[in-house]
């Protein structure tokens, strides 16, 4: 029974293309959270201001979304698996100019913000690219959903095992180390990408009228309530809860008086919240309401942040920092879900990349906004405010779920008063 347990969890490994997809990219992503961390406190250790972090967050992100919509049809007109094999490139190529600066101690905030940047642009052509390999990747149809699930256990190990090992080089060996070993695990990713052997590229027949299919997006989800309310509160939280994580150094070396290894262990703490997210969503029953799902999950990252910034225990801290990082990866994953089940096919892809602008375009303006917040009142009393907003966000979406179930049994008890000739 367990063998049989164990082969239907991992069935989408009986894809060669898959598998060695998915070892590459476990191994580069560890590498990239350890850059991520070490970037984060490189900039705190250097200037000690709550609103460089979400500067360098804004870097990073701000220019993914003013990209990823070209990143997007560039993606759907040719061939994702040369796009990924350049953008991964790119990627390593990154990592070694940022390891080169640090090693040689001549790097200074401005140029870790130009690189941020810089990687900002690489990952808008490459997100829109790699997510869609997996079809491609997968031969055995009935295997996608497995994959996708692997996909989001592989990204939350990687936020778990990422932080905690850059924590341990940071403090050990330093910041040019830590991204010198992130150059090093993109060797990984792309051997696996010139061992893989993808089916045959079709050019695409057809040109996309981009300004066209994102008005046809924003109208469709505009005249779905349903829908369009789902990534109205995504685009909050992405605002103004989610960026959080922009202040974590403050509480590392400030609030728990520790180092670069606490700092480690608290994104790792987190980490190990989104995992045990990812098995509670996946051991979810068909049929489940996943809109109570998502107001569920907010109103336990409200709960789990307000807790964690009102403690100076490290250890009980953490286990709010687990909470939180729950409700955290729930927000994303649970919507994209909710949208790709009910949206209609051929609207789908347009209404999902406005959640990603959503992602990409509100998470480093709220950075931005929370780093500048917390400066004047302290970073626990912000993320307490974060707390309390999150709760606020999950009453106003409670109250819009109620009425459309009224307005659904309303309208149920109309047809069946017109089936029965009222």
Request: aromatic letters at 10%.
């Amino acid at each position: 029974m367990s063998i049989g347990i164990r082969i239907n969890t991992f069935r989408a490994f009986r894809n060669r293309n898959y598998s060695l997809f998915f070892g590459g990219q476990s191994i580069s992503q560890i590498g990239t959270w350890m850059q991520r961390t070490g970037v984060i406190w490189v900039i705190y250790t250097m200037t000690h201001s709550t609103f460089m972090l979400g500067l360098t967050v804004f870097a990073t992100q701000f220019p993914s979304f003013l990209f990823s919509l070209v990143g997007g049809i560039v993606s759907d007109r040719h061939n994702r698996h040369k796009i990924l094999l350049i953008t991964q490139t790119a990627s390593m190529l990154q990592a070694v100019v940022l390891a080169v600066l640090a090693l040689t101690n001549h790097f200074v905030v401005w140029e870790i913000l130009s690189l941020s940047a810089v990687l900002g642009v690489i990952n808008a052509f490459d997100v829109p690219a790699r997510h869609p390999l997996v079809n491609e990747f997968i031969e055995v149809k009935a295997d996608l959903p497995n994959a996708l699930a692997l996909n989001s256990s592989m990204a939350n190990l990687a936020r778990l095992i990422g932080p905690a090992l850059s924590g341990i080089v940071l403090q050990k060996y330093g910041a040019g180390m830590c991204f010198l070993l992130n150059a090093i695990s993109f060797i990984a990713v792309i051997l696996s990408l010139l061992l893989i052997k993808p089916p045959a590229y079709i050019p695409p027949t057809g040109k996309t009228n981009m300004t066209t299919g994102l008005k046809e997006g924003f109208v469709y989800f505009k005249n779905t309530p349903a829908i369009g309310m789902v990534i109205v509160m995504i685009t909050l939280i992405s605002l103004l809860v989610l960026p959080y994580s922009t202040l974590l150094p403050v509480f590392a070396k400030v609030i728990f008086r520790g180092d670069a290894a606490t700092f480690g262990y608290i994104n790792s703490f987190i980490g190990i919240g989104a995992i045990c997210g990812t098995f509670f969503l996946a051991s979810l029953k068909p049929g489940t309401n996943l809109r109570m799902i998502l107001l569920m999950t907010t109103v336990i990252l409200g709960i789990g942040l307000i807790c964690f910034s009102c403690i100076n225990i490290f250890a009980l801290a953490m286990l709010f920092a687990t909470i939180s990082g729950f409700g955290t990866m729930a927000q994303t994953t649970v919507t994209m879900t909710i949208v790709q089940m009910e949206a209609e096919p051929a609207m789908r892809g347009r209404v999902i990349s406005y959640i990603a602008m959503a992602l990409f375009g509100m998470l480093p303006v709220g950075s931005l906004l929370i780093g500048a917040i917390s400066q004047r009142l302290g970073a626990p009393e912000t993320i307490f405010g974060q707390g309390i907003i999150a709760l606020l966000i999950a009453a106003l979406f409670a109250w819009f779920l109620k009425k459309d179930i009224r307005e659904k049994k309303y309208a149920q008890r109309i047809e069946k008063g017109n089936e029965n000739g009222f």
